[in-house]
């Protein structure tokens, strides 16, 4: 089974709908964050949690926000979903005593179309 | 400034051959990592390779390896006889250290390079 699940892998919704985006991990890691890929602009941070009491803003959260229910939990929500947020969200998970050598594992993605 | 700079939007090989993917960075930390991960069409991102700043040897993971060069911020994939499962995009990602200096903060990624390897 694989580490970190993300469901759905695959959502069309239309704008001005709220949607959820779930991750969970069996990993054990304290860390888990929120990625959205569009093409040809690498991957950006949308939020991140460093543990379930700890919540970070990355470089475009506005539109976002996410909820940490447990260490293995860390959901996504688009409060009113817009086209432009149409991409591929990325959830993944790392430990933080491995220092600067701290490996993000990924999970397989969720493609996001908002019509 | 861009922290991480992938310059070569595409790359070709062929078969069998090595292929150098290249990666410059910017820091004024003296401790940092450095990443590199693989994405395949089919879209999941698998981590490759890990060299720490303090490394003195190039890390290498079976045919990847990677070649740090401190003094030029540069951190470039080498992959020796490149195979068609090859065929992706590779990112670079750097992890510096928080303001406060205490602890190792987010990744930055570069926008990627796409190797295509030909028969």
């Known amino acids: 089974d694989a580490d970190v699940t993300q469901t759905p892998r695959n959502r069309i919704t239309k704008t001005g709908k709220r949607i959820m985006l779930e991750c969970s991990q069996t990993?054990?890691?304290?860390?888990m964050y929120w990625y959205r890929q569009d093409p040809g602009l690498g991957l950006r941070l949308i939020y991140y949690?460093?543990?379930?009491?700890?919540?970070n803003k990355g470089e475009i959260s506005d539109g976002y926000s996410v909820s940490r229910q447990a260490q293995a939990k860390f959901s996504l929500s688009l409060e009113s979903a817009i086209p432009n947020q149409t991409a591929l969200y990325f959830c993944?998970?790392?430990?933080?005593?491995?220092?600067?050598?701290?490996?993000?594992?990924f999970g397989p993605g969720t493609r996001l179309l908002v019509l | 400034a861009q922290k991480i700079t992938q310059t070569q939007p595409g790359m070709f090989v062929q078969e069998k051959e090595a292929v150098t993917l290249d990666c410059t960075y910017d820091?004024?930390?003296?401790?940092?990592?450095l990443f590199w991960y693989k994405q395949p069409s089919s879209g999941e991102m698998i981590f490759l390779i890990y060299?720490?700043?303090?490394?003195?040897q190039n890390a290498t993971e079976g045919r990847y390896s990677l070649n740090f060069q401190k003094a030029r911020k540069s951190a470039n994939l080498v992959i020796s006889a490149s195979q068609l499962g090859d065929s992706a995009m590779y990112f670079c990602?750097?992890?510096?250290?928080?303001?406060?200096?205490?602890?190792?903060?987010?990744?930055?990624f570069g926008q990627g390079t796409i190797l295509t390897v030909h028969p």
């Open positions: 820091t004024s930390d003296q401790s940092y990592g």
């Open positions: 060299q720490g700043s303090y490394d003195e």
């Open positions: 993944a998970t790392s430990d933080p005593t491995q220092g600067a050598g701290e490996t993000q594992y």
């Open positions: 990993k054990g890691h304290d860390r």
């Open positions: 949690s460093f543990d379930v009491k700890d919540i």
């Open positions: 990602a750097m992890r510096e250290r928080t303001a406060g200096g205490t602890s190792y903060g987010k990744l930055t």
